[in-house]
């Protein structure tokens, strides 16, 4: 994807330098550092697009102004060591600036931070600039915007260091980039009213639907900042310095007007998506970047919302909600996100699961849902059936309030009283352990959702490396050191927790189990057929 981003490079030359400091220095007195220091002088460059070519050159693009900027490192204990505030110059296409470098052994962390209104003293450690950054709302909106590198971890202390750094961080330079993202919420429909907005910060393959005592880690309510007929929104990524943040869902709460003239606020929840250039299908957003400026356009509601941001949060993806994302970029077409029908169909998230065991699975709960009405069509009596239309009988069941439900019965839901189920797969003994896959059809009402499982044999004690085809995105659950995720096939590649891969495939590395004992583990993936859960287990 070719995404619109407004950001300033630092390509730094380095002057040797006798000992000489600005008299906006501030130093601390550490042992391990020496009366030596380096001059660096620092190039600002923007990038930019060929829009804003057509602006004279005689002032940099409102996007790229720095009036101020930071130089602060800290101590392998997060303790301020050195902080500075270097005159910069402008030249006519870059900005320029010289910076005076201490020598010292041990780890350092070094931030610049253009823009933000910092007096010297004030910061004492690592943890009060990035919570004072993160949480300020100053100079978000309007330039100079307030913008920083990512955190920048040094060895040691000296000019060798930190060209490494610049030169590991691409494109010969550190990238400064706000530590917000923009965006715009239009509402074309005049029988909707929009309130406000709830972003949730949850992880990418996150379940989409909560438990019920459920509250997300980070949901942020933000106010508009613009006049309520075009407004503004912010989203604040939390920690400065980290990588972007790995998705989210949003809850709109509005008060829509019925064709009777009946009123009533409501909540609904929407996943933003945008498109995959590479493919033209759609993909759910998987990280949100600082200076990208997000639209999103609801474009028409018809139906009552949930009756608070709770049931919402726990119910699956809204159908009364028309609304599309466009992440601005230079695409030749838009991306349009259509929640009407039933797109989202019963909440689910994951369409597949693959799962490596020789145990026989009896009631194995693969996920959890809601079962809601979001649809005017399934008042009064609704059909659900686990397993329409009775090809796998008995292999895909599902349990609602502790009753098990294994074939076609009748019930009658409300949108603010959804039922959490369990989806459970059993199987017999002949075929547990053997290679098969299935595919069942759950039917609610006039909504279906297609659900694969796919067995294999458990994984042997030896390093097991699983490809996973069409897939560019992975996440350990819980945190299972000896599973990994690699770009890579062979053994000793480097491993993640977590990945994003630039490739349309990835691999799943299971280490050799010496413990004597088996484990299990999950892995949460993404890729060009949706989610779909990976359950393994290895033999001790």
Wanted: charged letters at 20%; hydrophobic letters at 35%.
């Amino acid at each position: 994807m070719i995404v619109k981003k407004k950001y300033i490079q630092l390509v730094l030359f380095v002057l040797l330098f006798s000992l000489g400091a600005c008299n906006s220095d501030e130093m601390s007195d550490i042992n391990d550092t020496t009366e030596v220091q380096e001059q660096m002088v620092l190039q600002l460059s923007v990038q930019q697009e060929s829009v804003v070519y057509t602006r004279g050159t005689g002032t940099p693009a409102d996007e790229a102004k720095v009036e101020s900027m930071d130089f602060l490192i800290f101590n392998h204990d997060g303790k301020i060591v050195y902080h500075q505030h270097p005159v910069l110059e402008w030249t006519g296409n870059e900005y320029k600036t010289t910076v005076n470098i201490p020598s010292a052994t041990g780890e350092h962390t070094l931030y610049l931070i253009a823009n933000y209104p910092m007096e010297a003293g004030t910061i004492h450690t690592l943890q009060d600039l990035e919570s004072r950054i993160c949480t300020s709302t100053k100079a978000l909106v309007k330039p100079p915007f307030v913008m920083a590198t990512r955190r920048i971890t040094l060895s040691s202390l000296n000019m060798i260091a930190i060209r490494n750094a610049m030169e590991s961080d691409g494109s010969n330079g550190f990238s400064l980039k706000r530590n917000v993202a923009k965006f715009s919420v239009g509402v074309a429909d005049n029988n909707f009213e929009l309130i406000s907005i709830n972003w949730l910060g949850c992880p990418v393959s996150a379940s989409v639907l909560a438990d019920v005592d459920y509250t997300s880690p980070s949901t942020l309510s933000v106010s508009s900042l613009a006049p309520s007929s075009n407004p503004i929104y912010l989203y604040q990524i939390r920690k400065m310095g980290l990588d972007a943040h790995k998705g989210f869902h949003i809850v709109v709460h509005g008060k829509y007007t019925a064709a009777d003239g009946t009123e009533r606020e409501g909540y609904y929840k929407l996943r933003l998506c945008t498109i995959d250039d590479a493919t033209g299908e759609k993909v759910p957003l998987t990280s949100i970047v600082g200076n990208d400026y997000y639209k999103l356009n609801i474009r028409s509601v018809t139906g009552f919302g949930a009756n608070s941001f709770e049931n919402a949060e726990k119910n699956g993806f809204t159908n009364d909600m028309e609304a599309f994302m466009l992440l601005e970029y230079n695409g030749t077409h838009d991306y349009q996100e259509n929640y009407l029908q039933n797109g989202y169909q019963m909440g689910f998230e994951n369409s597949r699961w693959i799962i490596y065991s020789n145990e026989i699975l009896n009631s194995f709960v693969l996920g959890h849902f809601y079962r809601c009405i979001r649809d005017e069509s399934l008042e009064g009596y609704t059909m659900f059936d686990p397993d329409y239309p009775n090809l796998q009988r008995g292999l895909i069941t599902v349990k609602a309030n502790g009753t098990e439900i294994t074939g076609e019965t009748v019930c009658n839901d409300t949108p603010d009283n959804p039922v959490e189920m369990d989806l459970c797969f059993t199987e017999s003994s002949e075929v547990a352990g053997t290679e098969y896959s299935f595919t069942s059809i759950i039917q609610y009402g006039v909504l279906q959702k297609t659900v694969t499982v796919e067995r294999h044999s458990s994984i042997g004690r030896s390093y097991t490396v699983l490809p996973m085809l069409y897939t560019n995105y992975g996440e350990v659950f819980d945190s299972c050191d000896w599973i990994g995720i690699a770009e890579q096939r062979h053994e000793g590649a480097i491993i993640y927790p977590q990945l994003d891969s630039a490739n349309d495939y990835i691999f799943v590395h299971v280490k050799e189990n010496g413990t004597g004992n088996a484990r299990e583990g999950k892995v949460r993936l993404f890729g060009r057929n949706g989610y779909f859960e990976l359950r393994i287990r290895q033999e001790g």
